[in-house]
């Protein structure tokens, strides 16, 4: 039969973040636990719904509106409003493309891709956008990354400091 530590006389002393935690506990409403999960579900929710309507915001972009089919002229019309009430209630999408790539950005790297022409690294392509809900990040933009197609092009005054190629 084995003992139970903490029991009277075993000289069990919990330290103070044992202390602390089991504090936090007790006192931790049981709901707070489900309201996380619900608060990260919304977040990717929000930052998925963002994410498509910028892309169909983008496509629609490209393309004159007396270009789309009848049953389709209507469509930017709806996109735009859904934008306007995405940021009214606090999303904000941010696109990098054409900015200078920097170490530390919050940004995902997903590619560097050597480029011709370029000496610095530049952020080629976005293919999805940070999302902030309220100011607070909730998905970072994942981007491609021009770079100099050899590393005698790259010096520190001309790119901060030099980027690291890994992700």
């Given amino acids: 039969m084995s003992k ?17 935690q089991f504090i ?11 309201e996380g999960e619900l608060s990260r579900a919304a977040s990717k929710t929000i930052a998925s719904m963002a994410t498509a ?13 007396e270009h789309l089919p009848d049953n389709l002229r209507h469509l930017p019309r709806h996109v735009r409003a859904a934008w306007d009430t995405m940021t009214a209630e606090g999303v904000e999408v941010i696109d990098p493309t054409g900015k200078k790539y920097k170490v530390g950005m919050a940004v995902k790297p997903i590619a560097f891709q050597p480029t011709p022409g370029v000496a610095v690294d530049m952020i080629h392509e976005t293919v999805s956008p940070s999302v902030l ?3 607070k990040t909730i998905q970072s933009a994942d981007v491609i990354v021009a770079c100099p197609p050899s590393e005698e092009l790259r010096t520190p005054e001309n790119n901060d400091g030099g980027t690291s190629h890994g992700a």
Avoid at 4 to 20: C, K, S
Avoid at 53 to 65: F, H, I, M, N, Q
């Fill in 4 to 20: 139970v530590r903490g029991g009277a006389g075993d000289g069990f002393r919990p330290g103070p973040n044992q202390f602390r």
């Fill in 133 to 135: 809900y309220r100011g």
């Fill in 24 to 34: 936090n506990d007790a006192n931790r409403p049981a709901s707070e636990d489900a």
């Fill in 53 to 65: 309507l910028w892309r169909v915001k983008r496509k629609l972009e490209e393309v004159p509106a």
